[in-house]
Structures are given as structure tokens and as C-alpha cells.
């Protein structure tokens, strides 16, 4: 793994200078709404004095804390309260000059953020703590900034917990959504229910490696832990002298295995179950038909409340199959005696059910976007991870939304297309996409989130590998304004931080100006050095062109031993040809069809920007050669991942025409042997042909059993071969 955030991924523009530190370039992140430098700076020897007035008490108290003094006496920081020259929530005014600093907020939170600036402005020197001379406005752009944490699928340390809340309070998020149960684990003590702390909290192994890996491999070791009720009361405490909000969420009526195991007779079938050891979504849900399943979740739920005063608790409801619903008796009895048309609207009235018993207690419901299929009551809120179409659908009706993007916001994903990433979730989700994204509908929304899903997370290590520096990015989004942000200035904040969370990787983009030649530009950080096929070494100084198949290497030029970014490119005779899609693709993996012969294959982080995704319809493209040309092999890349809903073609066809009319078969399989990337080459007896148009026929409905059963499924198909 790498072992310096150096080494941490990104793109800039190509060639872009190292950023480096300016004393007039504000040092905050996020970035202020306003910031002005002035000349001195306010030097704070011994204990200096801070007045404030008694509601600001936790936040002078964090100050204390982070400087490790006591507050004294005098009046060298001054917090106040104004509400007309603070208008919005969690504001603040800043003025720091030589002799006082004056701290202006509107309410309490203010206080706290106003706090975490001065941590941030804070260098110590000669024993003395020097704040900037500066003057600053500041606000945030969203009501809520949040980041997720998933504990279940790997276990983290009540400190670690802690520390992670620190680093949100520094960066001026204000929620915590602690992910605290799913299949792999429950991990919070529940006293009435003394088999979820020994049972469920456990799995007898984990997988090792990728679970698209076949074989399926495991390390035969038990694994697991809980939280008591006194830490998590611990948590909760230490988050709120922060500033913090902790928002737990109990997953129902999906993702339940672990609690099952416990309780079988709390599943449609009566079990027996087993703590999943493996990564995904499983058949065995909560049954909805029965009323022990929603006495034990109310019961749960109790005891869970006291413990989090948060306004809102997280439920889940999200990825829960219907398989075993629609095979309950008990559930086909709900619906009947509910008036439910199907097991969606079964999902519904189980999600409407524990919304009505929470706001009965004075708290409201969060959950994932699937909780929007089938109707939801009024006073929910909606977490749109699957795209935008959930943000908007729930907006219309009324609902609170939060942006969680898989896409951008997942951190599970791979920082990098480099060979030697750490195994992760999958996908690809760079630093600069990150802080790139911007919200749909910015004034409808809540806030966004970032999620820290920890399947792929064995490590407090490599959790925090996969979180930094993007969960930095996220923030700025968050709080800073939008025509604030600047990508290059935030590189420079960051250097300033910490030269180490600058990204230090290359990223490759690639056109065809014209057929037979690959045109390869080049991003990053600094100088690049790259060669070909083991050739001479070069510098980077502007796009270049490639017109024959070569292997790509390269790397920054002041790091000539550092990790190297490979890709390999693949000229033939199809290579930056004209392209003509009968259907373009109806998925989120939406590249040009130039892309299918622009010689750079997709790799397994899917959506790396080669694929082309199509649902319920076929790949059928036809590429012009220009001429006749003699043809002997053909192919194409079908990724194959059932867990993504991604399936293999049905058939793959190839045909070729002299006038692009009339086409003769060439070519055929129904054979997609690889669990991953099927690089499908087929050897044609010589023919001479000027137009060939390939056919990969989608798979259709995904069938019982597997993930999404009951939706289409999608092919996504990459580079057409024509040799």
C-alpha cells in the first residue's frame, strides 16, 4: 500500500507548476465566504484571556482544550453574540489585529466553527500561540454537512471514532451519520436483546480479497465487536462539546442478516441464518407481515434514542430484495389486509410504520432514496445516492434531501487507476472529481454527505488513506460558497496544510484527432516524466501522439523511483474511426462512442470513463475503415459484474459490409467466461471489408437470486478490435 499521501491521487491541469504557499493566500479549509490579510499578527504567551458570554461556554472550553490552556481572565479574545451582525446560523465575524482578536457570532454553533478557524490560523512559536492579523466573514453554504461512517462491515476503535470526529469538527462539518448495523455485524449493545452484543455482532470469517475474485476466498478467522451504551454515550458526548451530530442509523428492513442470526424468527423463513461473511445484499430481510418484527425494531429503537439526541435517526431502507416477501405468507396477508398492490408498496408501509412511531417521540426519519418507492410519509428525509432522480422525485413531494452521490462521494472507491491502489469497493473517483462535483438544485437541498463505506477497510489505515485529502474537498463544497471555489488555489491550502495530502498521481486522457493515431495528454502535479514500451525517458511538455501499441508509463520527474501510472494502448486498424451508434447508451456509463476505438481499454474501476452502458437495449455499432481493409481478428471488452448489475452479453455478433448496407456474419459467441473484464478476440478467416458493424445483445431482466433481481440488467461494452 502506499505509505505517504504524497503518493494520493488527483489531476490538474497537464504540466500544472507545483502549488506553493503564499502569505496572502488565505490558509483555511474549507475557504471562508470573505477573507482579507492585514499586517502584525496577535500573539497569545501564557494563558490569555478570553471573554465570552456563558452560552459560548463549550466552544471557549474546545478552544482551551485544542491550545491546552487555561482561559483566564482577560480580554485578549473576545467572543460575542449578535444576531444583526450575524445573520444565518453558524456564522461568524472574525478580527484579528496585534493587540485582540474580536470573535462576532450569531448563535452557539457559530462559536464552535469560529473555534475550529482559529485552530486552523493557530502556529506556535518560541512557546507562544500567533494568530494572523486578518479579517473574515464567513457562513455556510448548507445547513448540513455530514460524513458516514460504516462500523459494521469492518469494526472501528471507540478513538478512532473520536479522532474522525475531530477531524469533522476541524474541517466544519457538523453530523456524524454512524452507520451501526448491517449483515457483517451489529455494533451497538441493545440490553433487552443480549444476542445482538453475542451473536450478531460476530461472523465466523471474512472474505479475503475482491469479491469479484472466483474463488471466493476466506480467512477462517471470527471477527467482530460492539459499542456499549456507555461508549456510545462516550461518542455522543465528545461529538457535541464539538459541535457535532451524531445520527445513528439501524438498518431496516434490508441489510438485517446479522440481526436474524440473533432472532431468527424475525425473518420469513425462520432462519437458520449466519452473520454474512461475505460482501453484498442478501434474500433474508425482517419480515414484514409479522408484528413481533416491529415490536422488536420499536424496542430497539428505544433504548437507541435515549442515547442520540438527534432530531432525525437513519433507518436504512435501502437495497432490500423482495424475494422472500413475495413468497411470506404473513407478508401476502400484510398486503391484504393493508391494501398493498405489491411488495414495493409492502417496503412502503413497513418505512411509513417506524416514521409515524418516531415522530410519535418528537424525531424524524432519514433514509437512503429507495424509501421514496411506494410512497413516504411527510417529515422524511431522502439521501439520494443513486443519482439525482431520487433528489428531484423527492423534492417535488415535498421531502428534505441530502446529496450522498455514489459517484463522487463514495470514498470506498479507488483514488487512482495506478496498478498497485489497494483493493477497494470499486469504481474511480479522483480528488478533483470530488471538489469538481457541485449539488443539483443547490437551494432545494439540505447539504450533502460523504460516505465511508468499510467493506474494503481492514485498517484504521487504510480508512484514513481512503478518506484523506477527500473528504477535505467535500467540505469545501459544503461550506464555502460556490463562486469561491478555485481547484488550484485549494491545491495550494492544501500544501499549506500538509505538503503530503497534495496529489502526487498521473492521469491519462487520450483522443483520436484521426484514425490510426492515439493522441495521450497528460495531468498532474509538477513535472511528468513518461516513455514508451521501456524507451527513452521523457518530459511532459504537451500532448503527444501514439501510433502504434505501446505501453504507457509514467511518473513525476522528482520522483523517478515513486509508483508509476501504466496503461497500455492498442492501435489497430479500427483505432480513431468513424463511429456510428444505432442506439447511444442509456446508463450513467455514458462515454462517446468514439470511445469504443480510441485504443485505451476500461479498466475494472468501471467507471474510469472508457464503458459504454446500455439497459434493455443492445451495443450495435457500425465502424467505417474508409477503405477496404483485410480483417483477421475482431473483438471486443464485456465486463462482467453481477454484483453491479452488470451482465455479460447474450451473444456478440460480427458482421462487415463493402458498402455499409448489405452485411455478412463473420463472427459469433455466447461464451463470457470471466467473473470481470472479458477480453473477447476472435480469429476470422481472412475477408476484405471497409464497413464492420458489431452486436452485443443485452442480457435482459436480472433473474431470481441475483442482485437487482427483477430490474434490467446492463452491458457495458468497451474498445471494438478490428485487426
Not at 94 to 100: A, L, S, T, V, W
Not at 536 to 548: E, G, L, Q, T
Amino acid at each position: 500500500m502506499p505509505t505517504t499521501r504524497a503518493q494520493r491521487a488527483g489531476a490538474s491541469p497537464h504540466g500544472a507548476p507545483a502549488p506553493r504557499a503564499s502569505a496572502a493566500v488565505n490558509p483555511l479549509i474549507p475557504s471562508p465566504v470573505a477573507y482579507r490579510v492585514m499586517k502584525g499578527a496577535l500573539i497569545l504567551k501564557g494563558d490569555p484571556g478570553i471573554a465570552a458570554p456563558p452560552e459560548l461556554a463549550p466552544a471557549i472550553r474546545l478552544l482551551a482544550e485544542y491550545w491546552k490552556m487555561n482561559p483566564g481572565t482577560g480580554s485578549q479574545i473576545v467572543f460575542r453574540t449578535d444576531t444583526h451582525a450575524v445573520k444565518q446560523p453558524e456564522g461568524y465575524r472574525m478580527h484579528i489585529h496585534p493587540k485582540q482578536a474580536v470573535i462576532t457570532v450569531r448563535d452557539a454553533d457559530g462559536a464552535f466553527r469560529a473555534v475550529q478557524t482559529l485552530r486552523q490560523l493557530a502556529r506556535t512559536s518560541n512557546g507562544a500561540i500567533q494568530l494572523p492579523a486578518c479579517e473574515i466573514e464567513d457562513a455556510p453554504r448548507f445547513p448540513y454537512r455530514g460524513m458516514h461512517l460504516d462500523v459494521s462491515r469492518h469494526f472501528f476503535s471507540v478513538d478512532f471514532v473520536k479522532g474522525f470526529i475531530d477531524s469533522l469538527a476541524l474541517y466544519k462539518f457538523n453530523t456524524f451519520h454512524w452507520h451501526l448495523t448491517d449483515d457483517q455485524g451489529w455494533r451497538i449493545e441493545i440490553k433487552k436483546y443480549p444476542r445482538l452484543q453475542s451473536e450478531a455482532a460476530w461472523r465466523n470469517e471474512t472474505l479475503i480479497g475482491h469479491k469479484k475474485e472466483l474463488p471466493h476466498r476466506f480467512d477462517g478467522k471470527r471477527y467482530g465487536g460492539f459499542y456499549t451504551q456507555e461508549e456510545v454515550r462516550q461518542v455522543v458526548a465528545y461529538a457535541a462539546s464539538r459541535g457535532i451530530e451524531v445520527v445513528p442509523e439501524i438498518e431496516m428492513p434490508g441489510h438485517a442478516q446479522a440481526a436474524l442470526t440473533a432472532y431468527p424468527h424475525l425473518g420469513c423463513t425462520g432462519g437458520p441464518y449466519q452473520t454474512a461473511t461475505f460482501w453484498g445484499v442478501f434474500d433474508d430481510v425482517f419480515c414484514a407481515g409479522k408484528d413481533s418484527t416491529f415490536l422488536f425494531l420499536e424496542e430497539v429503537l428505544e433504548e437507541v434514542l435515549p442515547l442520540f439526541p438527534s432530531q432525525y435517526i437513519h433507518i436504512g431502507g435501502d437495497e432490500c430484495p423482495k424475494t422472500r416477501w413475495n413468497a411470506c405468507s404473513a407478508c401476502k396477508q400484510r398486503m391484504v389486509d393493508e391494501n398493498l398492490p405489491d411488495a414495493d408498496a409492502l417496503q412502503s408501509y413497513f418505512v411509513r410504520r417506524i416514521g409515524k412511531w418516531l415522530n410519535a417521540r418528537g424525531r424524524k426519519l432519514i433514509g437512503w432514496d429507495e424509501i421514496l418507492e411506494g410512497g413516504l410519509a411527510p417529515g422524511a428525509t431522502v439521501m439520494s445516492w443513486r443519482g439525482t432522480e431520487g433528489a428531484t422525485a423527492a423534492i417535488s413531494q415535498g421531502h428534505r434531501v441530502i446529496m450522498t452521490p455514489e459517484d463522487e462521494y463514495y470514498f470506498d472507491h479507488y483514488t487512482s487507476l495506478y496498478d498497485d491502489e489497494p483493493v477497494a469497493a470499486g469504481g474511480y473517483t479522483t480528488l478533483k472529481e470530488v471538489y469538481a462535483w457541485e449539488p443539483p438544485m443547490p437551494a432545494h437541498i439540505a447539504g450533502i454527505q460523504g460516505q465511508l463505506w468499510s467493506e474494503y477497510l481492514p485498517t484504521e489505515q487504510q480508512a484514513l488513506y481512503m478518506l484523506y485529502p477527500r473528504m477535505l474537498a467535500l467540505a469545501e463544497t459544503a461550506w464555502s460558497p460556490d463562486p469561491g471555489k478555485s481547484w488550484m488555489n485549494f491545491l495550494v491550502r492544501l500544501r499549506q496544510k500538509d505538503p503530503a495530502l497534495v496529489p502526487g498521481e498521473i492521469v491519462m486522457r487520450a483522443q483520436t484527432p484521426r484514425p490510426g493515431t492515439i493522441r495521450v495528454s497528460l495531468e498532474g502535479i509538477g513535472k511528468i516524466a513518461y516513455r514508451l514500451d521501456g524507451g527513452p525517458v521523457k518530459i511532459y511538455s504537451a500532448p503527444f501522439d501514439v501510433r502504434k501499441s505501446a505501453v504507457l508509463e509514467a511518473w513525476r520527474a522528482d520522483s523517478p523511483s515513486g509508483r508509476k501510472l501504466r496503461r497500455e494502448l492498442t492501435v489497430h486498424l479500427g483505432t480513431g474511426a468513424p463511429i456510428r451508434l444505432h442506439q447511444p447508451p442509456n446508463t450513467k456509463y455514458n462515454a462517446a462512442a468514439q470511445t469504443l476505438v480510441n485504443g485505451v481499454w476500461g479498466t475494472h474501476r468501471y467507471n474510469d470513463g472508457q464503458w459504454l452502458g446500455f439497459s434493455a437495449r443492445d451495443l450495435d455499432a457500425v465502424v467505417d475503415l474508409g477503405e477496404k481493409k483485410w480483417i483477421r481478428r475482431v473483438g471486443v471488452n464485456i465486463l462482467n459484474y453481477h454484483w453491479q448489475r452488470m451482465w455479460e452479453s447474450a451473444v456478440f455478433q460480427v458482421l462487415v459490409s463493402a458498402d455499409g448496407k448489405n452485411f455478412t456474419q463473420i463472427a459469433e459467441t455466447d461464451s463470457f467466461p470471466v467473473n470481470g473484464i472479458n477480453a473477447i478476440r476472435l480469429s476470422v478467416a481472412p475477408v476484405e471489408a471497409r464497413f464492420v458493424k458489431f452486436i452485443a445483445k443485452h442480457k435482459g431482466v436480472i433473474p431470481p437470486g441475483e442482485y437487482g433481481a427483477g430490474g434490467n440488467s446492463m452491458l457495458l461494452a468497451d474498445e471494438l478490435i478490428i485487426e
